[in-house]
């Protein structure tokens, strides 16, 4: 049985793979080709240190995980345009759901900082990192 944690992660990689259009992976390593649809990476992040109360024993986690967004392509507005409809779709798949089915008290994306990144002898590509910030609640500090 996965801890909360892990459930917690499944479920939002599971809201990312309701995205339409990009591949979505978690933990991976960039790969040489970025899907034309784009390409979604689940970084597990990082649960910070917990808020603990008494009487029942709980760990409140403002856990941080973070999404990597990443097209390619030639024309530069092109391009713009697939990554503001990737990251529209992305907004409209965590705001359907933002507790990942009861399992989260909250999920709330931050404002994505874009990036143009040339690449020699191919595509230029424009990512960002979208920090999502997940707060739960847990019997267990390693949950």
Known sequence: ???PRESI???LL????SVSGPAVLR??????????????????????????TLSPLQYHFEHRAEVEVIVQGKMPAARDAVFDA?????ASAITADR????????????????VDLPVEGAEALKAAI???????TTADPLG
């Open 27 to 52: 933990g991976a390593i960039l790969p040489e080709r970025i899907p034309l649809g784009g390409l979604l990476i689940l970084r597990d992040g990082d649960p910070g240190t917990p808020e603990v």
């Open 14 to 17: 599971a809201t990312l793979q």
């Open 99 to 114: 507790t990942l089915g009861g399992l989260c008290d909250w999920v709330e994306a931050e404002a994505p900082q874009p």
């Open 1 to 3: 049985m996965p801890t």
């Open 9 to 11: 992660l499944q479920a």
């Open 86 to 90: 990737l990251l529209a779709e992305l």
């Open 130 to 136: 979208v920090p999502i910030n997940l707060t739960y």
